[in-house]
C-alpha cells in the first residue's frame, strides 16, 4: 500500500516563503513521476507542478513559474516544493500526487490529475494580503 504524506504547509503572508514536502511510504520511489496539485475552495484541483522519476525534467503552471520550484530526493523518497513570492491566490490545499511504471529513461513528467496512481491527504497553505 503505497502513502504520501504531505507536510509545511502554513498560514503567511504576502511574499513569504514555505516548503512543502510529500514523503512515499510502501514501495521504492523507482520510477514515480510526482507532481504537486492545488485545490481552492470552489475550483478544480489544478496542476501545479511535477518532476520526473529521476529529476532530470521538471515542469510548471504558468501562474506558479519562476517561483515555485519541485525537487525530489530519491533516497529519502521525499518530493518538495519550495514556494517563494507567495500571494493571496495561491491559497489552496496542496496534494501531492505519484504515477508508477514510467519510462527507464526518466524523463517523462506528467500534468493530468488524471494520470496520476496516488494521492496525499494535502496540505493546506493561506497567504494572507
Known amino acids: 500500500q503505497v502513502q504520501l504524506v504531505e507536510s509545511g504547509g502554513g498560514l503567511v503572508q504576502t511574499g513569504s516563503s514555505l516548503r512543502l514536502s510529500c514523503a512515499l511510504s510502501?514501495?521504492?520511489?523507482?520510477?514515480?513521476?510526482m507532481g504537486w496539485f492545488r485545490q481552492a475552495p470552489g475550483k478544480e484541483r489544478e496542476f501545479v507542478a511535477a518532476v520526473s522519476w529521476r529529476g532530470g525534467s521538471t515542469y510548471y503552471a504558468d501562474s506558479v513559474k519562476d517561483r515555485f520550484t519541485i525537487s525530489r530526493d530519491n533516497a529519502k523518497v521525499t518530493v518538495y516544493l519550495q514556494m517563494n513570492s507567495l500571494r493571496p491566490e495561491d491559497t489552496a490545499v496542496y496534494y501531492c500526487?505519484?504515477?508508477?511504471?514510467?519510462?527507464?529513461?526518466?524523463?517523462?513528467?506528467?500534468?493530468?490529475?488524471?494520470?496520476?496512481?496516488?494521492w496525499g491527504q494535502g496540505a493546506q497553505v493561506t497567504v494572507s494580503s
Open positions: 510502501g514501495r521504492s520511489f523507482s520510477r514515480y513521476a
Open positions: 500526487a505519484a504515477k508508477t511504471g514510467t519510462s527507464w529513461s526518466g524523463s517523462q513528467y506528467y500534468t493530468g490529475v488524471v494520470e496520476y496512481d496516488y
